[in-house]
T-cell receptor
Framework: QKEVEQDPGPLSVPEGAIVSLNCTYSNSAFQYFMWYRQYSRKGPELLMYTYSSGNKEDGRFTAQVDKSSKYISLFIRDSQPSDSATYLC???????????FGGGTRLMVKP | DAGVIQSPRHEVTEMGQEVTLRCKPISGHDYLFWYRQTMMRGLELLIYFNNNVPIDDSGMPEDRFSAKMPNASFSTLKIQPSEPRDSAVYFC???????????????FGSGTQLSVL
């Protein structure tokens, strides 16, 4: 079993929909959680970063961490076709520790 | 800054041939990482360097893979001999040494799509 699990999708939604992307993990030592966005034929880029449990909002994006359930989410409001990409969750245990990535969820937002 | 630069963007080779992938990290970044991405296994860390020194190569699949970082602005990943199962997208990434800061923000290149026939 992988340390970090993500549904690979694809997830197809109409423009304007609210999107929920999720990851589960098995190692309770993870403290720092990130979401990377990867467009086709490009490298991943950091989208959101959160520490421990709670919510963080940045524009249309909200990252949520529930450490008690070992579950993290990324919500996208008013989704746009330009949001179509693969979203990878990533996490690490402490400063300087290497990132562990999920497999990524492919999102398609249709006009 | 132009970001992390990788070359070539695409490489098609025949089984048994030597393949060399190249990376120029962002200037001032102290860490450099080589990742491999496949549909089956996702993004896997192969090796990383700190200040040009290899720190952890436990992700390198086997002796056919080697990586070097002769200076702060250049790194190579070599596969010799290449095999069809090495076909994947290989990414280079770099980041600053932020000391006690906890944000592991990696900057990725656009990757090299390797196809071994």
């Amino acid at each position: 079993q992988k340390e970090v699990e993500q549904d690979p999708g694809p997830l197809s939604v109409p423009e304007g929909a609210i999107v929920s992307l999720n990851c589960t993990y098995s190692n309770s030592a993870f403290q720092y959680f990130m979401w990377y966005r990867q467009y086709s034929r490009k490298g991943p880029e950091l989208l959101m970063y959160t520490y421990s449990s709670g919510n963080k909002e940045d524009g249309r994006f909200t990252a949520q961490v529930d450490k008690s359930s070992k579950y993290i989410s990324l919500f996208i409001r008013d989704s746009q076709p330009s949001d179509s990409a693969t979203y990878l969750c990533a996490m690490h245990k402490y400063a300087g520790n290497m990132l562990t990535f999920g497999g990524g969820t492919r999102l398609m937002v249709k006009p | 800054d132009a970001g992390v630069i990788q070359s070539p963007r695409h490489e098609v080779t025949e089984m048994g041939q030597e393949v060399t992938l190249r990376c120029k990290p962002i200037s001032g970044h102290d860490y450099l990482f080589w990742y491999r991405q496949t549909m089956m296994r996702g993004l896997e860390l192969l090796i990383y360097f700190n200040n040009n020194v290899p720190i952890d190569d436990s992700g390198m699949p086997e002796d056919r893979f080697s990586a070097k970082m002769p200076n702060a602005s250049f790194s190579t990943l070599k596969i010799q001999p290449s095999e069809p199962r090495d076909s994947a997208v290989y990414f280079c990434a770099s980041r600053e040494d932020r000391g006690a800061a906890t944000n592991e923000k990696l900057f990725f290149g656009s990757g090299t799509q390797l196809s071994v026939l």
